[in-house]
């Protein structure tokens, strides 16, 4: 399968700083990009959804401009946590969907996570 | 909502077989059923796919239901590194995409 690496693996950081992970496919162009967000002990929470070249669609309860999306390339989508508090420490992952090759089904892939502490 | 139920927990002995359940009632004929399972702190796993036949690969067994409704994942022989929790989700096939929802999966336990 496609590999989909993460960077960085994890952070800690200050309460009000900003934030960016980074979601590479290394060997998929990925046409659509998901990000998530995993509380200890609680299943993988889609928190938005976006395609290349377009804006991202976020899920109700996200705030846009505090994850900002960016998805330039088929192979980059970038997650910005904007003014981080500590009640958005949390683990994220990134996961890439697109057409397996020629096969007729929707592949989706996703990265290792990036833990996030907010001190 | 996520469009499977699956129970919360399950344990298995470590060399059986561990049969995960996933009802998928509402499932659309260009839907797939897919496994995935998560190691703690680590991203999803794909496992496996299916959508109407039986399959197999080297981590597991999928078996639909004739109608769909239903399917189950099949570990022959589990192990202690197949502790994890197992989500079976359904993603529509190329013409479109739907966005991914999780639902709280099935924690296995495999017990020495």
């Known amino acids: 399968g496609a590999v989909v690496s993460q960077h960085p693996s994890w952070v800690i950081c200050k309460s009000g700083t900003s934030v960016k992970i980074e979601c590479r496919s290394l060997?998929?162009?990925?046409?659509?990009m998901f990000w998530y967000r995993q509380f200890p002990k609680q299943s993988l929470m889609l928190m938005a959804t976006?395609?290349?070249?377009?804006?991202?669609?976020?899920e109700q309860g996200v705030e846009k401009d505090k994850f900002l999306i960016n998805h330039a390339s088929l192979t980059l989508s970038t997650l910005t946590v904007t003014s981080a508090h500590p009640e958005d420490s949390s683990f994220y992952i990134c996961?890439?969907?697109?057409?397996?090759?020629?096969?007729?089904?929707?592949?989706?892939?996703f990265g290792p996570g990036t833990r996030l502490t907010v001190l | 909502d996520a469009k499977t139920t699956q129970p919360p927990s399950m344990d298995c002995a470590e060399g059986r077989a561990a049969n995960l359940p996933c009802n998928h009632s509402?499932?659309?004929?260009?839907?797939?059923v897919y496994w995935y399972r998560q190691i703690h702190s680590q991203g999803p796993q794909y496992i496996i796919h299916?959508?109407?036949n039986n399959e197999t690969n080297e981590m597991a067994s999928l078996i639909i239901t004739e109608d769909r409704k239903s399917s189950t994942l099949i570990l022959p022989h589990a192990t202690l590194r197949d502790t994890a929790v197992y989500y079976c989700?359904?993603?529509?096939?190329?013409?479109?995409?739907?966005?991914?929802?999780f639902g709280p999966g099935t924690s296995l336990s495999v017990i020495p």
């Open positions: 996961s890439e969907m697109g057409l397996a090759g020629l096969s007729s089904y929707n592949e989706q892939f």
């Open positions: 060997d998929f162009q990925a046409t659509t």
């Open positions: 976006s395609n290349e070249g377009s804006k991202a669609t976020y």
């Open positions: 509402t499932i659309s004929g260009n839907e797939y």
């Open positions: 299916g959508l109407k």
């Open positions: 989700i359904v993603i529509k096939a190329k013409t479109s995409y739907d966005k991914v929802i």
